[in-house]
């Protein structure tokens, strides 16, 4: 027997399985996700393991490293919440999400702060030891809401994609705040004194670790796209770039101290109509359903590696700071949303309710983030007693809030989300509102997200896309793309269905010429482009049906000429209509 | 810059990074790869990149760690190959196979050692010291064809199925032969003596590490197999089964030193029909693909690596000896092949030519296996010989005969792969023509393959499938599962083309009855199983066309309940009939 030769990677591998069966395992009775979060099962899990761990070593568990942490389990989680961040709601409240996550997350370090040092004078509880910056530096830690944590509850609860987008995206963006702050108090902590030049350098490094994660991630996203542009004849590869790139993105930018999680939804929410325009069905499909499964992967192994690491003998239990850490976290963050959604909603005609902020306050649950830095702490004679109030808050919003949040948001009646996808119908009308905001806000002046957004857009598909996208992948509009997925899907349906028929339906027949007059309606009212992609799929749908219709056999396909001429007898029918 | 503590990831993320663009460049010049295969430039680009480094550091640059390669290049490419393996092609010619995996490569072994043994006799070259057990020891290691240098080179010139599984079966499973043989010799190397049992203790083990590794393979593959029943609620980490037990596979192979690669073989190859049939679509395409980009990326690595590695100080350039293993690796295995094919052909109808017998030969590449074993050989002073002479006979045989053997595949108009997937007119009737030879088998009592087959197909649906399948995902034979994927992708490029129309094909309809009567003639020859599936799908295709044809619309979806109206009112129209 050979255990050392293979021990890395069959422990890292039979982790992966427990963690997978874990999930298996709870599933399987179908109850009990639907009541506790699976956060909650998979630290429960994990404690049940570390006790056993320690039952038979008689010492503490292995603790999760920050660095395993840090490298490994959180890029994959936050590239696949940046891939697939709704990226119009995520826009549309960027300004309530960056106040949210930066003077929040500031107001609850402080607040956090300052009200356990006022504790630590009480005599009785014995703290007097604890200095001011050690506490600062405490708040700057077990402030940031952590977006692994709400991830896995807000997904289990569907509210509506406002108030998920404004939490989740808060929990994201504050990484730059909590990775400044943090740092400077680590190292005002060390410093024998503080000069006032500190204090504005820390200021200063926060726009330096945000905008340099953004800076960072669009460029390695850019880069990623321009190289999906060369993989048309190695399709098998294609997938492999999402992952490079964005993994290097975030290594990058760890190693200049910027923020990595910043970097990484960068490149994902930068990268993402290039690459899905330039890689094949099945590559998208391969990157979709590994990310998901990855990110899920890491998430439980996350939870998992908490439960055990909660194990053990790190912990100092005095009661009083623990619980005024507990309470406070729950005061500042209440406040604190409060006050800045006073100021959010007298700018904002969509106001956030009264129901919505409670959500937003209530959901600031902490997690595997806290847990890491914590431990990376100095070794200092209070660190101890962070550890047992860091966990302690964890197990608390986790479970406590975690469990509770579902029926408080049944019982509040929170809108929620909707189940259905845009039609091509409403797409229409949204691109439309659109336009004519964008023309409003131009004519009145006023450079708003609607003007600013139009500007991004025909710098995209002026310069952009140009560079980005492979030159005979024609860029389609996002009403065609939908146009052409609604008809797979369909066709799919049809076909499992075995409803799959050769001939035209009638009334296409029918309504083709009304068809083509309506296009030169639309000529007037939508951009060149798009309008091109809807005549071109418009003309060869309606041209195919009508002419291939009843001879169509299986063992002869569309030809690859074809378009041109049908483009040509589209054309000379429009002319005779004129 | 913190670049300790992202080393790691970083470093293995460039090289990643560095083989996908290598992979990219090459396909940028669509002539390249059509001249060089891919193996050869990526050695040159390793042999740049080594020449780099050490005239950079002025020191051999890295080798190559052997841990590396076996614990995590190699799995993932023997994984996709076992998994892709076409099982129909290698087990009829598993025999074969084995004769040319088993008996060839220890006629290579002791034919190159011996030989060698003889060189090392001529005073002129100096080799007097390399001792009769050393020479056998480096056989050992050279002898072994290299699965992943046959695919790469094989994978490109398209030759039939059988000529390429019997290549590629013998390579992978001469895995089992090496390692007992290498690890014999070794071990008789560091002996004082040798007794005639370790001798016998040596053939015995053999049998040990092949069929242990079989058996391993096998219970990972059926756990898998299980585990995939359960995941209907979870499909988004599906996928991570394939890998995960495969790789334990692997692993546990290793750990009790038995042949890693049959047993990753073996599970991939046992799993993958009950996988299939348990996992989502999405969820495969995501195993395919994934399965097929990470064997690629390794794969690229390795070469890459090869070429680095060959850089450097590491060889005695004895240039007789190294000339001689060349000249002795050729010959030894075309003698091989002459003598074993000439035993085959005489119990085969189904010969192997002479040109099939030449490109067997010639197929004959060895890779970075040789490679990461002779850099495991236990410290004397001729290793750096054998370095030398190994990466000679790598570079001779990946270049010189991977580079000649297209043309000469050309020359000799070698038998091609068909180009189309077989149709379902094929299929059934290969199926009929297998329970008609295992009919005849077992009335003449002769126990051959199609007689195991059957028992086998027994076996299966009486026992396995209830087992490891999910209860209501009911089991479909090959044929129904061939239909399905037709429609689906005949329904896809319909969609595509623009061609979807809603309407029965009236050919549908006058057939209808006609069927109906012919599912009676049907019945009398095939097995119910497979009977009802081809009824199921075919009532429900034919009564959908008919009935709901020109009412159907988008938003009305074939409701779940309605297959067993279906079906009843096709026994009504058959008890008509009758």
New interface residues.
């Given amino acids: ?3 050392q ?2 021990q ?3 422990e890292i ?2 982790w ?2 427990l963690a ?2 874990a ?2 395992g709870f ?2 009775y ?1 109850k009990l996700p639907s009541v506790v979060p699976e956060s909650c099962l998979l630290i429960f899990v994990g404690l049940i393991m570390g006790g056993i761990i320690y039952g038979l070593n008689d010492r503490s568990p292995p603790v999760m490293d920050s ?1 395993i942490f840090f ?2 389990l959180l890029p994959p989680i936050v590239l696949d919440a940046g891939y697939f961040m709704p990226s119009r709601p995520f826009f549309e409240n960027i300004g309530t999400i960056l106040l949210y996550a930066v003077v929040g997350t500031i107001w609850n370090v402080f607040g956090i702060g300052f009200s356990l040092y006022g504790i630590c004078q009480v005599k009785a509880f014995g703290l007097q030891d604890v200095s001011l910056l050690h506490n600062l530096l405490f708040g700057s830690l077990i402030a940031a809401v952590d977006p692994v944590a709400v991830l896995a509850v807000f997904e289990e609860i569907h509210v509506n994609e406002k108030l998920h987008v404004l939490v989740f995206g808060e929990s994201l963006l504050n990484d730059a705040v909590t990775v400044v702050l943090y740092k400077l108090f680590r190292s005002f902590c060390e410093m024998p004194t503080i000069k006032t030049v500190d204090v504005f350098a820390g200021v200063g490094k926060f726009f330096v670790v945000g905008l340099g994660g953004v800076l960072v991630g669009l460029i390695f996203g850019m880069t990623a796209a321009f ?1 999906t542009r ?2 048309k ?2 399709r ?6 999402v992952f ?1 790139y964005s ?2 993105s975030y ?2 930018a ?4 910027l923020s990595g999680i910043v970097a990484i939804i960068a490149c994902a929410m930068g990268m993402k109509r290039y690459v899905e325009a330039n890689i094949s069905l ?2 998208h ?2 990157v979709k ?2 990310m ?2 990855w990110s ?2 890491s998430d439980t192994l996350i939870f998992i590696f908490l439960g055990v690491s909660t194990i053990g003998e790190n912990h100092e239990w005095n009661w009083p700071y623990i619980c005024f850490t507990v309470i406070f976290c729950l005061i500042w963050r209440a406040l604190g949303v409060l006050v800045l959604t006073f100021f959010v909603n007298r700018f904002h005609v969509n106001t956030i309710t009264g129901k919505d902020q409670f959500i937003i306050a209530y959901g600031g649950l902490r997690g595997a983030i806290c847990f890491s830095l914590v431990f990376l702490l100095p070794d200092f004679h209070r660190k101890k007693l962070f550890i047992a109030a860091t966990t302690v808050v964890i197990l608390f919003t986790v479970f406590i809030q975690g469990m509770t949040i579902r029926p408080l948001v049944d019982l509040l009646a929170v809108k929620r989300k909707r189940e259905s996808s845009p039609t091509v119908g409403e797409q229409i009308h949204i691109r439309f509102l659109d336009h004519l905001l964008a023309g409003i806000e131009d004519i009145s002046g006023h450079w708003g997200q609607y003007y600013w957004k139009d500007k991004l857009e025909y710098f995209n598909s002026k310069y952009l896309q140009k560079l980005l996208l492979r030159e005979y992948d024609q860029p389609k509009s996002s009403i065609v793309l939908l146009y ?1 997925k609604l ?2 899907k ?17 009334p296409a027949l029918l309504n083709n010429n009304r068809t083509v007059t309506m296009d030169k309606k639309w000529e007037e009212t939508l951009n060149p482009n798009v309008l091109d992609n809807i005549q071109e ?1 418009l003309a ?2 309606l041209y ?2 009508r002419r ?2 009843p001879a ?1 056999n ?1 063992h002869t ?2 030809g690859e000429s074809e378009p041109v001429e049908h483009a040509q007898e589209i054309l000379i029918l429009r002319h005779k209509n004129l």
């Fill in positions: 027997l050979d255990y030769h293979v890395v990677p069959f591998t039979l992966i399985m997978s069966l999930k298996i599933h399987l179908n660095d490298l490994y190289t060369f993989t004849d190695i098998v590869i294609e997938p492999l770039f490079l993994y290097l290594l990058t760890e190693m200049f101290h099945k590559s499909t391969t359903y590994f998901k499964m899920s992967v052409e008809e797979r369909h066709a799919i349906e049809l076909a499992e269905a075995g409803q799959l028929g050769h001939a035209p339906s009638p799929i060869r749908n195919r049906i291939t219709g169509y299986r396909l569309p």
